[in-house]
C-alpha cells in the first residue's frame, strides 16, 4: 500500500497550492486527478489567460451560508500574495477592467508555475487516477485508486463543484463530506446566463449579439456592467454576476442606458430637435435594433415635439427599468462555478479542516463560498489551498 503523508485529491487551483504548500513544510506529498491533464480550469479561464485573481479581492465579494468564513483564508494568502509569486517567476499580466488580473500571454504560464513549484519541494502528481472509496483508519485514511490503495495521515479534498461536467465536475467531494457527516448547502449553478421560456424569447431573441452597458439587480443587489442578448435568453457580465443572487421566480430589473438620464437628455432633444423621431432619438442611448423596439413597444415613431413630459417618462422608465422573471438558466454546462457545497459550519476556518474529523480538509469551489465574476473565485481557490497546506 501506497503511505502517503498528504495526500489531494484535485489537481485544480486550490488542491495545487495546498499540495505545494505542504510539501514546502516537508510532508511527502501527492496529488491525483482522474483527469489526463492537471488545472484544465486554470488552462481555459479567461480565454486562456486566466483571470488569476482581481486587485479588488475581499470578503464583501463572496457569498456563503456564513459570510465572516471566508475572512481568515482571504486575510493571510491576499491577492498581493498571489501577484508577488508571479512576479517572482517572471510572468507578465495585466488589468483588464475593475481589478481583474490576466496573463499577458498564456494560462499555461500559471500551470507550469505550480508544478515547477510542486517538483521542487518534492510533491508528487499523478494523473488519470480515479479516486473512489474513503476509509478512516487509526492512522489518518486509505483510498482506493485503479491502481491499488494510498494510505494517508491527512486527506485534503479539492475536486471542485459540479460546474462543467464536460470537464468531469462530479459530486465527489459532496459524497465524501456526507460521508464524515458535514453537512451541504444544495449545490447550485452561479454566474451563469439567463434562459426565457418561448413568450418572453421572442423579443429577446431577435435580439441576438446586441450588448449593452447595464445595470441588472435583483432585489437590493445589482451590478454594472456588459449585458448581451443571446438566442436563448441573456448573458454578459452583469447577469452572471446576478445569476449567484437570483432564485427561481424572481425578477430582476434591467437599466438598458446607465449613467444616462434618458428623461432629462429627451426632454432637451425635444426642443432642440422636435421633429426628431423617437426611434432614432433613442438610438443616442442604445443600439438601433434595441431602440426600435423599445420604440415599437412605447409611440412608436412618434415626432418629439408631440410627446409630453408624462409620455416621456413613459420611454425612460423602458429604458431604465426593464423587468423581466428569467424561467432558469443555462444550469452546470456552462456555470463558471457552484453556489453552495461543503458547509463552512462543519470546517475550521484557519486550516480548512473538518472539526469533527481531524486530517481531512475541504479546499477551493467545493466548498459553500462563491467569489463574484472577476477573479474572486481563483483568488479563494489560492488562499483556502494555502491555509490548508500550512497545516495538512
Request: proline residues 4%.
Amino acid at each position: 500500500m501506497n503511505l502517503i503523508d498528504t495526500l489531494i485529491i484535485g489537481a485544480g487551483a486550490a488542491g495545487l497550492m495546498c499540495a505545494i504548500e505542504a510539501a514546502r513544510r516537508g510532508r511527502r506529498v501527492r496529488v491525483i486527478d482522474h483527469a489526463a491533464k492537471p488545472a484544465e480550469k486554470i488552462r481555459i479561464s479567461g480565454g486562456g489567460r486566466c483571470n488569476f485573481t482581481n486587485l479588488h479581492a475581499s470578503p464583501k465579494q463572496f457569498l456563503s451560508s456564513n459570510p465572516h468564513f471566508c475572512v481568515s483564508a482571504l486575510k493571510r494568502f491576499t491577492q498581493r500574495d498571489f501577484i508577488a509569486r508571479l512576479e517572482a517567476r517572471g510572468i507578465a499580466y495585466h488589468e483588464k477592467t475593475l481589478g481583474q488580473l490576466f496573463c499577458d500571454g498564456s494560462a499555461k504560464e500559471i500551470i507550469d508555475m505550480l508544478l515547477d513549484d510542486l517538483k521542487a519541494a518534492g510533491g508528487e502528481l499523478q494523473l488519470s487516477i480515479e479516486p473512489g472509496a474513503v476509509t478512516r483508519t487509526a492512522n489518518g485514511f486509505v483510498v482506493e485508486t485503479q491502481v491499488g490503495a494510498m494510505a494517508c495521515s491527512s486527506l485534503v479534498i479539492a475536486t471542485g463543484g459540479k460546474s462543467i461536467p464536460m470537464m468531469g465536475a462530479s459530486g465527489y467531494a459532496y459524497d465524501i463530506a456526507r460521508q464524515f457527516g458535514l453537512k451541504i448547502i444544495g449545490p447550485r449553478p452561479a454566474l451563469v446566463p439567463f434562459t426565457l421560456g418561448e413568450e418572453k424569447l421572442k423579443p429577446v431573441a431577435e435580439l441576438a449579439g446586441v450588448s449593452v452597458e447595464a445595470r441588472v439587480s435583483c432585489g437590493k443587489t445589482g451590478f454594472e456592467e456588459g449585458m448581451l442578448f443571446t438566442h436563448r435568453g441573456l448573458s454578459g457580465p452583469s447577469i452572471l454576476q446576478i445569476s449567484s443572487y437570483w432564485r427561481e421566480g424572481e425578477e430582476i430589473v434591467i437599466d438598458l442606458a446607465r449613467g444616462r438620464d434618458v428623461f432629462a437628455e429627451l426632454r432637451v432633444e425635444r426642443v432642440e430637435r422636435p421633429k426628431l423621431q423617437l426611434d432614432t432619438a433613442l438610438t443616442h442611448f442604445l443600439p438601433k435594433r434595441l431602440a426600435d423596439q423599445i420604440a415599437a413597444r412605447t409611440f412608436q415613431a412618434a415626432r418629439l415635439a408631440d410627446l409630453s413630459d408624462v409620455k416621456l417618462k413613459e420611454v425612460a422608465g423602458a429604458v431604465h427599468g426593464w423587468r423581466i422573471t428569467p424561467d432558469g438558466t443555462e444550469g452546470w454546462r456552462t456555470a463558471e462555478v457552484t453556489l453552495g457545497g461543503v458547509d463552512t459550519d462543519g470546517l475550521s476556518s484557519r486550516t480548512m479542516e473538518a472539526v469533527r474529523v481531524p486530517g481531512l480538509y475541504f479546499v477551493g469551489e467545493c466548498v459553500d463560498v462563491t467569489g463574484w465574476l472577476g477573479g474572486y473565485n481563483f483568488q479563494w481557490a489560492w488562499s483556502s489551498g494555502w491555509a490548508a497546506g500550512q497545516v495538512a
